[in-house]
């Protein structure tokens, strides 16, 4: 054989090995590329796990803390109409006691007037049956003012209250003493702690 022949078959030869070379060089390269692109993906792997099983307890934390704030905003809530219906009520009762103290003071003068009349009887009329029947029209206004727990204030003889009572004269006197009442002009009139009209009355000096 000859030489370039021989050259030319050794070179034929030798291109496969070459080529064979070059692939397990390219395939270890693949492999190499593939175990550190696993490598660097498996941190992030691990990252999104943790993440994912975290997810449902900041999840569940999130609910929780909006359910403390729905329950504190329903007893703010409560709280306020709690406050809101008593303040209700109280201005309630208290309309209600204003009316009726103005209906009772009303009624004041006319027992005022009854019993001057009772009181001015001439002695020869005291057993005339159209009397006794005034008197019963008295006793029942008296009634009414009990009803509504109202009480008269004669305070002669006690000392002078300037809550219930109203000065109007005074008296120069030794039988009474001084600063004590010696005389009631008009009764006052109470209801519990409240004056529906303070006692005229005179003043020992």
């Given at each position: 054989?000859?030489?370039?022949?021989?050259?030319?078959?050794?070179?034929?030869?030798?291109?496969?090995?070459?080529?064979?070379?070059?692939?397990?060089?390219?395939?270890?390269?693949?492999?190499?590329?593939?175990?550190?692109?696993?490598?660097?993906?498996?941190?992030?792997?691990?990252?999104?796990?943790?993440?994912?099983?975290?997810?449902?307890?900041d999840?569940?934390?999130?609910?929780?803390?909006?359910?403390?704030?729905?329950?504190?905003?329903?007893?703010?809530?409560?709280?306020?109409?709690?406050?809101?219906?008593?303040?209700?009520?109280?201005?309630?009762?208290?309309?209600?006691?204003?009316?009726?103290?103005?209906?009772?003071?009303?009624?004041?003068?006319i027992?005022?007037?009854?019993?001057?009349?009772?009181?001015?009887?001439?002695e020869?009329?005291?057993?005339?049956?159209?009397?006794e029947?005034?008197?019963?029209?008295?006793?029942?206004?008296?009634?009414?003012?009990?009803?509504?727990?109202v009480?008269?204030?004669?305070?002669?003889?006690?000392?002078?209250?300037?809550?219930?009572?109203?000065?109007?004269?005074?008296?120069?006197?030794?039988?009474?003493?001084?600063?004590?009442?010696?005389?009631?002009?008009?009764?006052?009139?109470?209801?519990?702690?409240?004056?529906?009209?303070?006692?005229?009355?005179?003043?020992?000096?």
């Amino acid at each position: 054989m000859c030489l370039p022949c021989q050259s030319a078959g050794e070179s034929r030869v030798d291109k496969p090995e070459n080529a064979a070379t070059n692939d397990t060089h390219e395939s270890e390269t693949e492999n190499g590329a593939d175990v550190e692109g696993n490598e660097q993906a498996s941190p992030e792997g691990v990252a999104e796990g943790v993440t994912e099983a975290r997810a449902p307890e900041d999840e569940l934390e999130a609910l929780r803390t909006e359910a403390q704030k729905n329950l504190e905003g329903w007893q703010r809530t409560l709280a306020e109409f709690q406050n809101y219906k008593r303040r209700i009520e109280r201005e309630a009762r208290e309309s209600y006691q204003m009316a009726t103290f103005d209906v009772l003071k009303n009624l004041l003068p006319i027992v005022d007037d009854f019993e001057r009349a009772m009181n001015n009887v001439p002695e020869s009329l005291r057993n005339e049956a159209w009397l006794e029947g005034i008197s019963l029209i008295q006793r029942k206004f008296i009634r009414v003012l009990e009803d509504y727990d109202v009480t008269a204030v004669d305070p002669v003889g006690e000392p002078f209250d300037p809550n219930l009572h109203q000065a109007v004269g005074a008296d120069e006197t030794t039988d009474v003493e001084s600063g004590h009442v010696t005389e009631t002009l008009q009764k006052g009139y109470v209801s519990g702690d409240r004056v529906l009209r303070p006692a005229m009355v005179k003043v020992a000096r």
